[in-house]
């Protein structure tokens, strides 16, 4: 509770708030002699004050703070009345300041003795009073502490009064409120200050004479200002923002817009502060733009701890065969660019390692990495996936909405898998994400900006779906700015020994069972023709592994696994004889799965969609 100084007018006083503050439970000091020009030096502490009279008049010019004036009521001055009746006065006046009795206490008369009520305001008056009273023959006077010295000087039989338990008790009470209330004033101003002071935005607010009445540290430092040598300034003179005048003014005005201060580049937004219609202030919350892109970059970051991370780099793509050494120096080079870049190559060939690659080398690493599969969603799901969509867009619709991978893959890269399954329609929408930088959600009426960096990977020719018009041409070219084609693991035999290895490090059973390979087994492998590549190298070497009984994986494991009966001649086969082998293993693998193409696709190392699409091939030709 803010602290509390009873200032007694004489000792009797003193001795009386004493004993009421006992019986209170208070301990509030009290104070009889110092001058009331010292009493803030001596109680630096003290907020509120309670004195009497012209005390406590002269108190509150003297320090500006709450003063509660003790009243009185006529039952205090009866005391003093009788002692001038037993005197044998027979008009008596009761001269008081104005502040301590009622002004609607009228004149009265106890038995033939007439009392006048004659309270005073000022000095001057006090002495215009007494001279009215002494001309109307007024034999004694009852007043208090300046009242009784002045009348003192006239021909008067003078009575002091003291005031009362009661009357100072409701004092100290009233005082007691006021000290509760600043308490609550002052803790609601600290948390006011404290919120303002930490805020992350800069806040200038003015009233509604444009006078500062608050400017944070941030908003200071934003408009390079002394935010404590603002306050109270006129708002026109410290110019930080002159829309805000025109905002306290009701005048057309920027609510929020990008102001240039110095070298920073600032975001404002302008509030009118009402009450009821009338406008009293005007409120300006500012952020520095260069922070929230590094607040946004931090938002990214997390984004990318829930799964939107590229976990391949570049040491990740092995091989180092002649047509594997052009990869790598094409990755570096797009690595330096944001163009966007069109991966082909059969399926399993290593689209996606290549391209978290390219996104992990380049000034984007830090940012999102979302990865899509065309082939693998319905058309209605892949664009709500893409683009997302605002609450009530369909039925179904999330509540709030959601947001779509591209505004997912803001600062980062998206790769877009198998991009010739893509539907025309949205083929058209993923132009326009290409062309102006912007999404928009289905449902929405307004554009979200975008920062992403687009890799597109296709296992088809895009030019003859482009022929066939199942591809747009526009898109074709503003995907294929830049152009990478990853060799099949056919064309590279020479990096399977390599590719083996960094596959047994990588299984969890070469840590139990410690498996190797024979030489032979490396040498089987490389005469393979592979329709599956890396994937299904994967997948041959994984399972073999597995079900080795011994510590080795031998030649005999690899051709009962790839349903090779006998070690193929060493001149080379030809394209009809290579395509005849394929179609036989994965025959033998529909066969052994009863034709369930997730199963079998799985087995051979393949996509779904790339089994499905060899299949029908082989209807065509029949």
């Known amino acids: 509770m803010e602290a509390i100084l009873f200032v007694a007018i004489t000792q009797s006083m003193a001795e009386v708030a004493a004993q009421v503050l006992k019986e209170m439970g208070l301990n509030i ?3 009889t002699t110092t001058p009331v020009k010292e009493l803030v030096q001596a109680y630096p502490d003290v907020n509120i004050f309670i004195s009497r ?10 320090t500006g703070k709450p003063v509660v004036s003790i009243t009185t009521t006529i039952y205090d001055f009866l005391p003093p009345i009788h002692r001038l009746i037993t005197k044998g006065v027979d008009t008596i006046a009761i001269v008081t300041n104005s502040n301590m009795i009622d002004a609607t206490v009228q004149d009265l008369q106890i038995g033939s003795t007439q009392i006048f009520m004659r309270p005073w305001s000022s000095i001057k008056n006090l002495q215009h009073i007494l001279q009215q009273i002494a001309q109307a023959g007024v034999m004694g006077v009852v007043g208090d502490g300046d009242g009784v010295k002045a009348a003192k000087c006239w021909d008067f039989m003078v009575e002091s009064f003291n005031s009362g338990p009661e009357t100072i008790k409701k004092a100290i009470e009233e005082a007691v409120v006021i000290a509760k209330a600043q308490e609550v004033e002052r803790v609601r101003n600290e948390l006011f200050r404290i919120i303002v002071n930490s805020s992350a935005e800069g806040i200038i607010a003015v009233n509604k004479n444009g006078l500062v009445t608050v400017c944070n540290p941030v908003a200071g430092q934003a408009f390079q200002l002394q935010e404590t040598s ?8 410290i110019r930080p923002d002159d829309q805000l005048r025109n905002c306290l003014r009701g005048n057309s005005y920027e609510r929020e817009g990008i102001k240039k201060i110095g070298d920073k580049l600032l975001a404002i937004k302008r509030i009118p502060i009402k ?9 300006a919350n500012i952020q520095d733009v260069t922070q929230l892109q590094q607040f946004e970059q931090a938002i990214r970051q997390k984004i990318n701890k829930k799964g939107l991370l590229a976990k391949y780099h570049f040491e990740n793509l092995i091989g180092s065969s002649v ?6 120096e094409r990755v570096r080079q797009y690595a330096l660019t944001d163009a966007t870049v069109l991966l082909t190559g059969e399926s399993g060939t290593g689209k996606e390692r290549v391209t978290q690659s390219i996104h992990n080398l380049s000034n984007r690493k830090n940012g999102p990495f979302v990865a899509v599969n065309c082939a693998a969603l319905p058309e209605n799901l892949l664009e709500s996936e893409l683009f997302g969509y605002v609450e009530g867009a369909f039925t179904g619709a999330k509540k709030g909405g959601k947001q779509g991978l591209f505004e997912l893959a803001h600062g980062g890269t998206i790769f877009l898998d198998e991009i010739s399954e893509m539907p025309l329609f949205l083929q058209a929408r993923l132009l326009r994400v290409l062309q102006e930088r912007e999404v928009m959600r289905l449902g929405a009426d307004n554009v979200i900006p975008i920062d992403v960096r687009i890799i597109s990977a296709s296992n088809q020719d ?3 779906l482009i022929e066939i018009k199942k591809f747009r041409d526009d898109l074709y070219y503003r995907l294929n700015v830049l152009r990478l084609h990853l060799p099949p693991l056919r064309d590279r035999i020479d990096d399977i ?28 492998l490389q005469t393979y023709r592979w329709p599956g590549n890396i994937r299904e190298l994967e997948n041959v070497i994984e399972r073999v592994a597995l079900l080795a009984t011994g510590s080795m994986i031998e030649e005999a494991d690899l051709r009962r696994e790839l349903l090779i009966a006998e070690k193929p001649p060493h001149q080379e086969a030809t394209g009809d004889q290579l395509r005849v082998l394929e179609r036989k ?7 052994e799965e009863k034709y369930n193409y997730t199963r079998t696709a799985r087995r051979l190392g393949i996509n779904r969609t790339t089994l499905w699409r060899k299949i029908q091939l082989w209807e065509l030709t029949k």
């Open 323 to 328: 047509a594997m050494q052009a990869v790598k």
């Open 29 to 31: 000091r009290i104070d």
């Open 230 to 237: 603002v306050i109270g300034k006129y708002i026109g003179d």
């Open 497 to 524: 020994p390599a590719l083996i290895t960094s596959l047994l490090g990588r299984l969890h059973i070469s840590r139990t069972k410690n498996i190797g390979i024979t030489v032979e087994a490396i040498k089987l």
């Open 585 to 591: 293993q994965i025959e033998q693998v529909l066969l």
């Open 275 to 283: 009450l009821g219609d009338e406008v009293v202030g005007a409120v």
């Open 462 to 464: 895009l030019e003859k």
């Open 53 to 62: 009279g012209g005390r406590a008049t002269e108190i509150h010019k003297e």
